[in-house]
C-alpha cells in the first residue's frame, strides 16, 4: 500500500479558515484574528511543512507519529466512558450457568480476520495490543514487536469474575485446548469466584479505572513486588478480557425497546459502577467480552489500537459463527482438566489509597453518562439512495439541523474518515459544520428565508478528500506539534499565533462527536455507543439500516448546556423536514 500523502499548506488552511468561521460566525473580532494569523502561517509555516515532508519521506505513515498519541496516548482522561466505546451484541437466553458459558466459549473460539482490500494492521494488533498506563503518555505493549515474548502471547485470556482474575488457557504446549477444556475452566472460574466472600475481595481493576498519571501511579507501585510484576506480564499478554457479570444490584428501567437498548449499552459501557460490574472488567485491554446472566453481551473496546469499524467486522463474524453452531451439543467430557490460574496481587496502603481514589472518579463518572436510543423508523438508508442522496451526509446534516434546533449555533464535529487504503492508515475526520451547512440550518429554521437545496453533493467532495489522504486536522496536528518541538531546540522563537488563538482551541475540540457504524445483523438490538468527548458535548454513533437509522446520542448530566432528551427530538424532527424538501 502506498504511505499517505502529506496535504498542501494552502489548501489546509483554506480548509481550516472555513471551519473557523462556522466555530465563530457570531465574533467577527474572534475572526479577524484568525484571518490574520492564517495569513502569517501561510509564510511562517513553510518551513515546518518542509520538514513535515521530510519527515514522512522516511516514515511509513507520518501521521500516526503525531496522531495516536494526541488523541489517546497522551490523553490523561479516565478510559470508561470517555474513551472506552461499547458493541452491544443481540440479546441471548441463559436457562443456567453452563449455558452462559457455553454461548460464551461459542463466541471465544470464533474470533477471526476479515479480508477487505485495505491495511489489516489493525486486525493484526486488536488481539496483540495492551495499554499500559503510563506518567504523561500511555504506553502499546505490541506482541510482534516483542521478539523474546511473542511464542507467550495468546496462549491464554484473562477472565473476570465477581471482581477478581484468573488466567484461562486455550493452548498448551502450543496445541488448541477442546472447547470441552475451555467450558470446564470456566466453571472453575465461577466456583472460585463464587467461593470468596465478597466483602474481602479487593477489585484490582480499579487500579485502571481513574485519571492515567492516577492509574500509572498505581501499577508503578504495584510492579516493585515480584508476585504483582508477573500477574501483569500474564495480564499484558493474554489474548483478549472475557466478563462474565453474574445477578447483582436490580437495574429498573423502562420497558420500551429503546430504554432496554440504552441499559445494555450503559452496561457495556461502565458496568454501573463500582457497585454492579463497574470493577468486574479489565479496561487497559483492546477487547473485552462482556456476558451477562440476564442475556446482555457485548464488547468493550480500549480505542487506540482500533478503529470502531474494524472490531465490528470481527465481532460480526464472531456473532454469525456463534449463530450457526450454538445448538451444538457438547457430549465429551474434559480429559485432562487443566486448572485455571488465580491471579495473585499484593496492595500496599498507599497503592491501595491511589485506587480507591480512581473508584471514586469512576462511580462519579458512570453516574453522570446519561445515554440515549432513538430507532427512526421513518426511512432508512434505502429511501435516502433512491432519491440519489449519500445516506452518510444526508444524516450528518441532519446532525447539524437537529443541534441548530437545539442550541442555535453550530459546532465542530467530529466523523470518522477511514484512511485504511494507506499504509498503516487509520482515521481523519470529516468536519460537517461547513459555511454552506451553517447558511443551511439558518434557512431550515427561519421559515422567511427560502431553503436552499439540500448541501448533499458537498459531503461526498468532503468524504472524499478525506478518504484520499487531504484532511485538515492530522495536518494541523503534525505542523503545532512540530512547532513545539522547534521551540524546545530553540529553532523557533515563539509558538506561531495560529495555534495560540482562542479560535484555534475551539475549533480542535468537538462537542458533536459523531461516528456511523453500520451492522449487517438483522437482528433488532446491534449498535456501538460511547459518551461525548468533552464535558458540554453529545457523542452520537449512529447505524443506518435499510428502513430505519439508530442513533446512540450521549451527554454528561453535569453539564447545563446539553439537553439529550431536546437533541433526540430534534433529530426526529430534522430529518422529517428534510425528507419534506426532497
Not at 450457526?324 to 496481587?345: F, G, S
Not at 469512576?362 to 453522570?368: A, G, N, P, V
Not at 492508515?425 to 439540500?454: F, S, Y
Not at 438490538?525 to 468533552?534: A, E, N, S
Request: with cysteine.
Amino acid at each position: 500500500l502506498p504511505k499517505p500523502p502529506v496535504p498542501y499548506l494552502d489548501h489546509t488552511l483554506s480548509r481550516y479558515l472555513e471551519y473557523a468561521r462556522v466555530v465563530a460566525h457570531n465574533n467577527k473580532d474572534a475572526i479577524k484574528r484568525t484571518e490574520e494569523a492564517v495569513s502569517q502561517f501561510r509564510k511562517t509555516g513553510i518551513d515546518l511543512q518542509l520538514k513535515l515532508q521530510k519527515f514522512a519521506d522516511g516514515n511509513d505513515n507520518w501521521i500516526n507519529n503525531f496522531w495516536l498519541p494526541e488523541m489517546y496516548l497522551k490523553v490523561r482522561l479516565a478510559l470508561p466512558v470517555n474513551s472506552n466505546p461499547a458493541y452491544i451484541f443481540p440479546e441471548q437466553k441463559f436457562a443456567n450457568i453452563n449455558e452462559q458459558l457455553k454461548k460464551l466459549i461459542d463466541r471465544e473460539m470464533s474470533t477471526g480476520k476479515i479480508k477487505v482490500p485495505m491495511c489489516m494492521e489493525q486486525y493484526n494488533r486488536i488481539l496483540s495490543c495492551y495499554r499500559e498506563p503510563h506518567k504523561i503518555e500511555d504506553i502499546q505493549h505490541y506482541k510482534r514487536s516483542d521478539k523474546n515474548t511473542r511464542s507467550q502471547w495468546n496462549e491464554h485470556i484473562l477472565v473476570m469474575s465477581n471482581n477478581q482474575t484468573f488466567i484461562l488457557f486455550t493452548r498448551v504446549g502450543g496445541i488448541l485446548l477442546p472447547q470441552t477444556e475451555i467450558i470446564y475452566q470456566l466453571s472453575e472460574i465461577v466456583r472460585m469466584s463464587d467461593g470468596r466472600a465478597q466483602d474481602v475481595v479487593l477489585p484490582i481493576a480499579g487500579g485502571s479505572v481513574g485519571n492515567r498519571d492516577d492509574a500509572a501511579a498505581f501499577w508503578e507501585l504495584m510492579k516493585e513486588v515480584p508476585e504483582n510484576l508477573q500477574s501483569l506480564d500474564l495480564v499484558r499478554k493474554s489474548l483478549f478480557v472475557v466478563c462474565i457479570d453474574r445477578p447483582r444490584n436490580l437495574i429498573k428501567f423502562r420497558n420500551d425497546l429503546e430504554s432496554k437498548m440504552a441499559i445494555k449499552g450503559l452496561h457495556m459501557l461502565h458496568g454501573f459502577g463500582k457497585e454492579n460490574w463497574g470493577l468486574n472488567r479489565w479496561y487497559d485491554a483492546t477487547i473485552q467480552i462482556i456476558i451477562s446472566s440476564d442475556g446482555t453481551n457485548g464488547l468493550c473496546i480500549e480505542h487506540s489500537v482500533a478503529e470502531g469499524i474494524v472490531i465490528i467486522n470481527m465481532g460480526e463474524f464472531s456473532i454469525n459463527y456463534a449463530m450457526k453452531n450454538m445448538r451444538r451439543k457438547i457430549i465429551a467430557e474434559p480429559k485432562a482438566k487443566i486448572h485455571p490460574k488465580p491471579l495473585t496481587w499484593l496492595v500496599s496502603p498507599q497503592a491501595k489509597n491511589i485506587m480507591w481514589k480512581q473508584i471514586a472518579e469512576f462511580q462519579r463518572l458512570s453516574e453522570d453518562l446519561e445515554l440515549s436510543v432513538l430507532i427512526f423508523t421513518d426511512f432508512g438508508k434505502e429511501f435516502i439512495k433512491s432519491c440519489l442522496i449519500s445516506p452518510d451526509g444526508f444524516v450528518q446534516l441532519s446532525m447539524q439541523l437537529a443541534y441548530y434546533k437545539v442550541h442555535q449555533h453550530l459546532v465542530s464535529t467530529y466523523e470518522s474518515a477511514s484512511i485504511r487504503r494507506f499504509r498503516l492508515g487509520r482515521v481523519d475526520n470529516i468536519r460537517a459544520a461547513t459555511p454552506e451547512a451553517l447558511q443551511w440550518v439558518q434557512a431550515m429554521v427561519d421559515k422567511d428565508k427560502p431553503v436552499v437545496k439540500l448541501l448533499i453533493s458537498l459531503f461526498p467532495v468532503i468524504y472524499i478528500t478525506n478518504i484520499t489522504g487531504h484532511g485538515i486536522d492530522n495536518h494541523l496536528c503534525a505542523l503545532k506539534l512540530l512547532a513545539i518541538e522547534e521551540m524546545k531546540q530553540g529553532r523557533l522563537e515563539k509558538l506561531p499565533s495560529i495555534f495560540q488563538d482562542s479560535v484555534w482551541d475551539e475549533t480542535m475540540r468537538f462537542p458533536l462527536s459523531t461516528s456511523q457504524v453500520t451492522t449487517t445483523t438483522t437482528a433488532p438490538d446491534v449498535y456501538l455507543c460511547y459518551g461525548p468527548v468533552v464535558k458540554d458535548g453529545y457523542g452520537c454513533s449512529y447505524n443506518l439500516q435499510s428502513n430505519k437509522i439508530i442513533f446512540a446520542p450521549s451527554a454528561f448530566r453535569s453539564c447545563s448546556k446539553t439537553k439529550i432528551d431536546s437533541f433526540k427530538a430534534a433529530l426526529t424532527e430534522s430529518l422529517r423536514d428534510m425528507r419534506a424538501i426532497i
